[in-house]
């Protein structure tokens, strides 16, 4: 059975965007350096990519484009199948790269499906909705947040719509540079 990760950038002050979506701090110089070794650590046992709509949109108008180059993960990124959780959209394109593959329907069945077909593990990143749903159905077995230094005092939480705690417990705490902690938990 796989192991469904989720993974979130957020501000030091809490907040994955800011109060109407927008990710200005992520465009910064400085507060934001996308270098995150542990990614590429993460991306060795990663089987497949899990996407809401929104976040499907931004990754797919970037990262089909890139390579190593450019980006030390895009290869291995590019090359794993990728599911949308969508009710919106027909189809997937992800550039040359073989399209993502639309899943209709509740968040949780397709997690729930996906969790059984993969062995390793499923990485949701952003997709905040997304994330918040997985997370309130009890699908989520590791969070990793990775925090940057900049407050913007204002945004959306990285769990929407979270209706009751979840306990977690430390797995890794790393200091990147620019400044940038990443915690990894295990949900209880």
Known sequence: ???????QILT??????????????????GPFDPTDPGQLDM???????????????LFAAYWPDKTTDDEPMADHLNRL???????????????????AIVEHGEPRDTAR?????YAGDIVVWGSL???????????VDRVRLRIVPILIGQGRTA???????RGLDLVEAEMLPAGHVTLTYDVR
């Open 81 to 99: 199948p990728k599911h949308v959780v969508t009710n919106t959209l027909a189809a997937a394109p992800w550039g040359s790269y073989s399209s």
């Open 159 to 165: 769990t929407p719509g979270l209706r009751h705690p």
């Open 43 to 57: 991306l060795e046992h990663t089987e497949a990519i899990l996407l809401g709509r929104t976040t499907y949109e």
């Open 12 to 29: 030091a002050d809490g907040f994955a965007c800011g109060p109407d979506g927008e990710l200005d701090f992520m465009r910064m110089p």
């Open 1 to 7: 059975m796989g192991r469904l990760i989720v993974e």
């Open 129 to 139: 909705q997304l994330a918040g749903a997985l997370l309130q159905a009890e699908l």
């Open 113 to 117: 499906r996906l969790k059984l077909h």
